[in-house]
Each structure stands twice: as C-alpha cells, then as structure tokens.
C-alpha cells in the first residue's frame, strides 16, 4: 500500500529524444510492487511536449492542469482540465503544452507487455500429424 501526495514524488526530466520542457513523476510503479500498471504524471511547461513516438500498448490519461494538444499523424486535438483521453496501441502522438501555464497530467500504462493474440490452429492436419499418423 502507498498514500504519499504527489508533490513529494520526484520530479525528473523526461530524457527521451524529442521532449522539450517536460518532465515525470512515477507515482505508483513497480517500485511500490504494483503487479500490473503504472500511474505516472506529466508535468511540461510551455512551450514544452513530449517526444513524438509510438509503442505497443496504450495510454490513458486524465488532464489535471493546464491547456494543450494531442498530436498525431491526424493533426491536433486540443483538450482541457477534466479532458480524459485514450491513445490506441502504435498510434504516434506526444502531448504539447498550448496554454500559458504548467500542463498536468496522469497517464496509465502496463507494467508488462501487451499479450498477444495468438491464433489457435484448429486444423489437426496443420502440424503434418492427426491423430499420430
């Protein structure tokens, strides 16, 4: 079990190639022996956003503060406090600080990697056997 306010969670530059002015908190990881995801909280200044990249799993976050934009290879979706967002699995996208104050905000993700979806052979001849013939 973990209750600790966000605020005395360190904040740490975020180092990935591409960011500018943004900086994390892990809140809950694996650190805190978490079996399934983390909880982590963006914090970029103006001007700032994240690295444009793309991975295997998916995002979900909760805008606390601030005014910005979801960037994809669709365009721009602009969003506010109290905005809840879904990125999908390999969707590129970074988040961008559009406002005049601190963007806030919290974005869930697997601890693991995503399961994949493996297709059952239901043909018994598939294998060159049946019935070990």
Same mark, same amino acid.
């Given at each position: 079990?973990?209750?600790?306010?966000? *605020?005395? %969670?360190?904040?740490?530059?975020?180092?990935?190639?591409?960011?500018?002015?943004?900086? %994390?908190?892990?809140?809950? *990881?694996?650190?805190?022996?978490? +079996?399934?995801?983390?909880?982590?909280?963006?914090?970029?200044?103006?001007?700032?956003?994240?690295?444009?990249? *793309?991975? *295997?799993?998916?995002?979900?976050?909760?805008?606390?503060?601030?005014?910005?934009?979801?960037?994809?290879?669709?365009?721009?979706?602009?969003?506010?406090?109290?905005?809840? %967002?879904?990125?999908? +699995?390999?969707?590129?996208?970074?988040?961008?600080?559009?406002?005049?104050?601190?963007?806030?905000?919290?974005?869930?993700?697997?601890?693991?990697?995503?399961?994949?979806?493996?297709?059952?052979? %239901?043909? +018994?001849?598939?294998?060159?056997?049946?019935?070990?013939?």
């Amino acid at each position: 079990m973990k209750v600790k306010h966000y *605020s005395d %969670i360190l904040l740490e530059e975020v180092t990935m190639e591409g960011s500018r002015k943004a900086k %994390i908190r892990w809140l809950i *990881s694996e650190k805190d022996k978490a +079996p399934n995801f983390a909880m982590r909280m963006f914090e970029v200044e103006p001007g700032g956003f994240t690295p444009y990249h *793309s991975h *295997s799993w998916e995002h979900e976050n909760f805008i606390v503060e601030g005014n910005g934009a979801l960037v994809t290879e669709d365009g721009e979706l602009p969003f506010k406090p109290g905005d809840v %967002i879904f990125v999908d +699995p390999h969707m590129k996208h970074n988040y961008k600080n559009t406002g005049e104050t601190t963007l806030k905000f919290l974005c869930l993700i697997p601890l693991g990697k995503p399961a994949k979806k493996v297709k059952k052979n %239901i043909n +018994p001849f598939a294998a060159g056997k049946a019935n070990n013939c």
